[in-house]
């Protein structure tokens, strides 16, 4: 939501009351120098928008990540989830505790690889 902000581009809209009030060879200028306008805003508008995607990304993988996990923890017949469901049961905290820490460590790595990802793509951000 924080990216729809920049798609606001009052610029790119400036000269479309006048167009359609001028005549026929001034209009079709007029139509070109607005297209070549929104395109250009456009471009910029989207490269701009980049750091609140990727920042909007990293919010979703983390509550994506919540629910996986969550989903594991209540219907899982293999896997993590279910390890740490037969520990709990026989009272095996080490494991439990285990694999607590694998999950955190995967949604870590998860998050690091969305930051690189970014730091990549987006190597303007912070920096204006």
């Not at 729809?4 to 809209?13: G, I, T, V, W």
């Not at 005549?23 to 701009?48: D, F, G």
């Not at 037969?86 to 460590?105: R, Y």
Request: hydrophobic share 45%; aromatic share 8%.
């Amino acid at each position: 939501m924080s990216s729809a902000r920049h798609f606001r581009s009052p610029q790119a809209n400036y000269h479309v009351p006048g167009v359609f009030l001028k005549s026929e060879p001034t209009l079709t200028h007029k139509v070109r120098c607005t297209a070549h306008v929104q395109i250009k805003t456009c471009c910029n508008t989207c490269a701009n928008s980049l750091p609140e995607i990727f920042t909007g990304a990293r919010v979703a993988m983390g509550v994506c990540w919540g629910t996986v996990v969550a989903a594991e923890l209540v219907a899982a017949e293999k896997g993590v989830g279910m390890m740490i469901m037969t520990a709990s049961k026989f009272q095996q905290t080490d494991i439990v505790i285990l694999g607590i820490v694998l999950i955190g460590i995967v949604g870590f790595g998860i998050d690091l690889l969305v930051r690189w990802t970014e730091r990549v793509l987006v190597p303007w951000k912070g920096k204006g």
